[in-house]
Each structure stands twice: as structure tokens, then as C-alpha cells.
């Protein structure tokens, strides 16, 4: 559990500027003396720096964002923050890349971050090195080698374990190294993760949550990329699986396998080989979509609403119907509105091709499919179910998995707003002095 405390932080300062951040190129930047942004000189009075190139200027941006107090979107780094293979190396960075990075809504609302001092014996890492510290000294003012030895090993080992104190003192949170199918992702455990889905800070349950990953990934034609973001994680209400949705690099090229990483590590019982079970990743993210189905999308047609492709049939939602006069038998009423019908029709890969490519469009090849079903060609018309929950329509011979987050709770997580606070004091702080930001005027 995490031992973070929310009376021990303020809450950022409230604004109504928002960010967008973008991919922030290179590794992340931290500033060598931290400190914090003077309260004299708040952020409205500073502003981008001119003749910075890409990257200076996303990380001068993202700083005044995270100031302002408004929503901000998650951003990643291509290239990631200390070893994935390494779990000692960098491990302050680490956490800081990932505050930085981090999606914020104002007044720490919206989903919360996976604690960075989530351990289950909420023990503080400061107390606990200093009982081993204590131990060793009596041991050794008593001439017990032993005794010496075995504390030592154990402030060893505490100090391998994701040693070193959070933001609320205490040990971090244990991260672990998962490996198979051309990835390398460096994330929390499967355990603590899982842990905090059942029973938050609080003992209640978080259906939705950010999990802080890096990782590296080749595909199977040896392209090799790497990042350092989070995953937006769900975990299904019926138990069948995890959703988990890359935030902050949505046009990475492997987003969706790094993703589909982490969801193969969170649902195999065994953690060993999760991964190498699941083959290769890209195709597995794309099996685990086409089950979650497909969105009805707006379409412009005289008759038609809605359409879309949904394994290998045209789905069409006609356009509500408003009666013309009154129909005393059937109840209705002239000005009544009918909603719009669903229809499905096979259609064959050209047929798909030539809608997709725009040679036809969607209310043209449904109403001539319309037309074939009318006259009884058999195979025209086909099957496909509407989810209650989450309305996809999916085909039911492939079976259907929600890929739906649980709206936010409107809470204010307290970790969230010392989060930021940390960002801003670290990159903020950083920006100036690297002269990226100005005065204004």
C-alpha cells in the first residue's frame, strides 16, 4: 500500500492553461540542481525562448503547461530513461522522466498514476535502512561477524530492491523486467499492479489507472524502437482480461505493441514467458481489436446515419424516421421519430477494398446489397451483435471483449497533484536555467 500521505502536499497552483504535448525527442532532461520555481515569478510571466530547436522547445512548453494547473495530455520519450536491462541504473530519473511525461487534469483530477511508493509493507525505506544500519553497528561494536555480515547483506539488498525514498519517504515501488517476443519493458510488478487494481490507497478497487513503462521492442522485420511513457490500464468488470491503451505516443510505430505487452503480462498466470506465449505482439494487439469490435461511425447519406466494416461485413444504421401522420392503432403520433434500423451485409474483399479506397461509397454498396437481399440471393445478409456496454458491433462466432475505460471517478488523487508539483519543480526549474524560457517583454 502506499504510505503517501495528501495533507503533506499543496495542491499545484490553479490555473486555466492547458497543454498538448507532443513526443518529446531524446532522453529526458533533468535539472542538476532542482529546486523550485520562484513564487515571484510566475509561469505567465515567462514564455518560449526563441532559435531552440524541437526539442528544447516541447520540453520548455510542456513546463509552462504543467505549471498553468490545466489538463495536460501525456507525452513519451523515444528513447528511454536508464537501462531497461538494469533495474539499478537511474532509478530517480526514472520516476521524475515519468511525472514529467504523466497525463494531469486540473485540480488532480481524471485517472490516477500507479504510486511510486506502492509496496505492501508500507515501509518507510529511511527507518528501515536505519534498523539494519543500528543492527550492524551493535554487531560489530560486539565482535559478532555474522551478525555484521547478514546486515550487510540485507542494506544490500534493500538498496537493490528499488531502494532509495519516494515522494513520501518510503520505499519506491517494486519495478520489474519482462522480456519475450522481440520486447523488453521495464514497468511495476505484475504484482503491484494487480494489487493496486483491487485495492487502490484507500482498499477500494481503481478500475482504471496509468502504469509508467520503458521498454524496447523489434518487430518481426527487425525494426527496433524504444520508449518511456505509460499505458492507461482497465481491468474488464466480467474478469476476462486487461485494456490497456498507450497514452502519450499514439503514432509510435509499435504503440500497440507495447500495450499489448503489458496486457499479456497483467492476464498470464504465469509471468515467466508471458510475452513469448503470446507470440508476436503486433498481431496479438490486432486479434484482441478486431474481438473488441467496432464503432458505428457518422457517414453522409440520404438513408443512411452510420456504417462501418466489421469483419468483413458492411453494419449500416439507417437515419431516424419522423411519421407523417397519425396511426391511431399502433400508437403513433404524427411527428413521432422511429429510430434507425441496423443491417449487416457480407461483403467480399474486393467489395471491401473498393469501400475503403473510396471507389464506392457506404450508402451506394448497402443499398445494393439492400436490393440483392430483397430478392432473396442467399449470403447477403449476415449477423453481427451490438454490445450493451460498450455498443461496438462485433461479430458473436469470434466472441467480443469490451476495450472500454471506466469513466473518471471526478476525485482528487493527492499522489496526482505532488506528481505534478515534483514535474514542475524539476522541469521548470531545469528550463530556466538551460535559458530555454524568458522573461517576458
Not at 555480515?149 to 542494506?155: C, D, G, N, T, V
Request: charged fraction near 25%.
Amino acid at each position: 500500500m502506499s504510505n503517501f500521505n495528501e495533507s503533506d502536499w499543496i495542491r499545484a497552483k490553479g490555473g486555466t492553461g492547458s497543454g498538448k504535448g507532443g513526443q518529446f525527442e531524446g532522453r529526458a532532461q533533468t535539472a542538476a540542481d532542482p529546486g523550485s520555481f520562484p513564487a515571484a515569478s510566475p509561469a505567465a510571466d515567462f514564455e518560449v525562448s526563441p532559435g531552440l530547436n524541437p526539442s528544447q522547445r516541447a520540453h520548455a512548453e510542456r513546463a509552462l503547461a504543467l505549471a498553468q494547473g490545466g489538463f495536460v495530455e501525456a507525452t513519451a520519450y523515444r528513447k528511454t530513461v536508464g537501462s531497461v536491462a538494469d533495474a539499478d541504473d537511474k532509478r530517480p530519473e526514472w520516476w521524475d522522466s515519468k511525472r514529467v511525461s504523466a497525463e494531469y487534469d486540473a485540480e488532480g483530477a481524471g485517472y490516477p498514476q500507479m504510486p511510486d511508493d506502492y509496496t505492501p509493507s508500507n515501509t518507510s525505506y529511511s527507518e528501515e535502512m536505519r534498523f539494519y544500519e543500528e543492527r550492524q553497528a551493535y554487531f560489530a561494536a560486539n565482535g559478532d561477524h555474522e551478525g555484521v555480515a547478514l546486515m550487510r547483506e540485507k542494506i544490500n539488498r534493500l538498496k537493490s530492491r528499488d531502494g532509495g525514498q519516494a515522494m513520501s519517504g518510503s520505499r519506491r515501488t517494486h519495478r520489474m523486467r519482462y522480456s519475450g517476443s522481440g520486447m523488453d519493458i521495464r514497468m511495476p510488478s505484475r504484482t503491484a499492479i494487480q494489487r493496486f487494481a483491487r485495492e487502490g490507497t484507500d482498499g477500494n478497487p481503481v478500475r482504471t489507472f496509468d502504469v509508467p513503462i520503458s521498454g524496447t521492442y523489434t518487430d518481426a522485420d527487425g525494426n527496433t524502437t524504444e520508449v518511456d511513457g505509460w499505458v492507461r490500464v482497465t481491468k474488464m468488470a466480467d474478469g476476462s482480461g486487461w485494456y490497456c491503451e498507450p497514452k502519450g505516443f499514439p503514432n509510435h510505430p509499435h504503440a500497440e505493441a507495447y500495450a499489448e505487452g503489458v496486457a499479456a503480462v497483467l492476464e498470464s498466470r504465469r509471468v515467466s514467458g508471458a510475452m513469448s506465449r503470446q507470440g508476436d505482439l503486433i498481431e496479438a494487439a490486432r486479434k484482441r481489436r478486431a474481438a473488441s469490435g467496432q464503432a458505428l461511425a457518422p457517414v453522409r447519406s440520404e438513408w443512411l446515419s452510420k456504417a462501418a466494416i466489421v469483419d468483413g461485413a458492411l453494419v449500416v444504421e439507417t437515419q431516424p424516421y419522423t411519421y407523417k401522420r397519425d396511426n391511431p392503432a399502433k400508437g403513433i403520433r404524427a411527428g413521432d421519430t422511429r429510430p434507425g434500423k441496423v443491417h449487416s451485409y457480407a461483403l467480399t474483399p474486393d467489395e471491401e477494398r473498393a469501400i475503403r479506397s473510396g471507389e464506392i461509397v457506404p450508402g451506394a454498396m448497402a443499398s445494393r446489397k439492400a436490393k440483392a437481399a430483397r430478392d432473396g440471393v442467399p449470403g447477403v445478409s449476415v449477423t453481427r451483435e451490438r454490445c450493451p456496454n460498450c455498443g461496438n458491433i462485433y461479430n458473436a462466432a469470434r466472441g467480443h471483449q469490451c476495450r472500454q475505460h471506466a469513466a473518471p471517478t471526478g476525485r482528487t488523487y493527492g499522489y496526482n497533484l505532488a506528481a505534478r508539483q515534483r514535474a514542475v519543480s524539476r522541469l521548470l526549474a531545469g528550463v530556466v536555467s538551460k535559458g530555454w524560457l524568458a522573461p517576458k517583454g
